[in-house]
């Protein structure tokens, strides 16, 4: 309340925003969670009885997913809104669906780069420990310190590596990353 008695309409929209906030958190922990426990869960199952070969594609998937991610995740900060407003006004597939993915940028950044690319990142680091286990069977004469360090560092350099490329690329062509992006989401929700 202000000297007058009255509600100060500034201090209501604050509160609203800090619970957004806190909800948004909440929410992307949760999610986390849930996404992450799936991802490790299933990728344990699935490369519990494979070989060395299946498992590296199954790592390579792994890091395609976390840069493609993250391409979007950057792509959606660097996107221009008019562009799809006139889309939209033509109800062109999908350009709704952007203008809302560009103007909450900050959550779908921080969902695609943070939870999915960091998850990819940890569930990578679990293969790859994986791949270590399973050379050691095959080879237990080699040293593990050695190869474990070669693995590690090759995970590493194709995230890496592939992120810094992504990036540019997502800076670049950050409206047709969109663009593909909303499409199939719109065709997703459209077949539901």
């Keep these: 309340m202000d000297a007058d008695g009255k509600?100060?309409?500034?201090?209501l929209k604050k509160d609203n925003k800090k619970k957004k906030e806190t909800s948004w958190v909440v929410t992307i922990i949760l999610w986390s969670i849930l996404i992450s426990g799936s991802v490790n869960l299933l990728s344990d199952v699935l490369l519990r009885n494979v070989n060395i070969l299946v498992a590296f594609v199954i790592l390579i998937f792994i890091?395609?997913?976390?840069?493609?991610?993250d391409i979007i995740g950057v792509a959606v900060t660097a996107a221009q809104e008019k562009p799809f407003h006139a889309k939209a006004a033509k109800k062109l597939p999908?350009?709704?669906i952007a203008i809302k993915l560009i103007k909450n940028a900050d959550k779908v950044s921080n969902f695609c780069n943070d939870v999915i690319g960091d998850i990819c990142g940890i569930v990578s680091g679990g293969i790859g420990a994986l791949i270590l286990a399973k050379v050691i069977i095959v080879l237990p004469k080699i040293n593990a310190a050695l190869?474990?360090?070669?693995?590690?560092?090759?995970?590493?350099a194709a995230t890496i590596g592939g992120k810094a490329?992504?990036?540019?690329f997502a800076?670049?062509?950050s409206n047709k990353v969109i663009d593909k992006v909303s499409k199939i989401i719109y065709f997703i929700k459209k077949d539901r």
Excluded: D, P, R
């Design 147 to 156: 190869i474990s360090a070669v693995i590690g560092a090759i995970i590493a």
């Design 7 to 11: 509600i100060n309409s500034n201090n």
């Design 171 to 173: 800076m670049k062509q």
């Design 63 to 69: 890091i395609i997913l976390g840069v493609v991610f």
């Design 165 to 168: 490329a992504g990036k540019s």
């Design 94 to 96: 999908g350009a709704k």
